[in-house]
Nanobody, 123 residues
């Protein structure tokens, strides 16, 4: 089973940027889909972005389009989430997760999760 570790969270002012990283240990991301999700206090967890490792195809939640970019680095076995133009409503714990690459939708059905990294955006 793959172990996932997120990093890169922190406190940033509105309009700023952060880059989150999701590193895998135990196996590579080959033949996995990797997704980013977030959960704010009192809210449901929501899909942020996802990437298919083999093709690099990317997917975004509506709120992330145009501001967030997901990418992968095969040499480092790491997936990144570049977040620009951050807003206070982006404040949440961000999680990365994996699933079999071509099973089901990219927007749900993930079965391995990291511990999460806190992102806080001040007004």
């Amino acid at each position: 089973q793959v172990q996932l570790v997120e990093s890169g969270g922190g406190l940033v002012q509105a309009g700023g940027s952060l880059r989150l990283a999701c590193a895998a240990s135990g196996r590579t991301f080959s033949r996995y889909a990797v997704g980013w999700f977030r959960q704010a206090p009192g809210k449901e967890r929501e899909f942020v972005s996802g990437i298919r490792w083999t093709t690099g195809s990317t997917y975004y939640g509506d709120f992330a389009k145009g501001r967030f970019t997901i990418s992968r680095d095969s040499a480092k076995n790491t997936v990144y989430l570049q977040m620009n133009s951050l807003k206070p409503e982006d404040t949440a714990i961000y999680y990365c997760a994996t699933k079999a690459e071509y099973v089901g939708s990219m927007y749900f059905g993930y079965d391995s999760w990291g511990q999460g990294t806190q992102v806080s955006v001040s007004a």
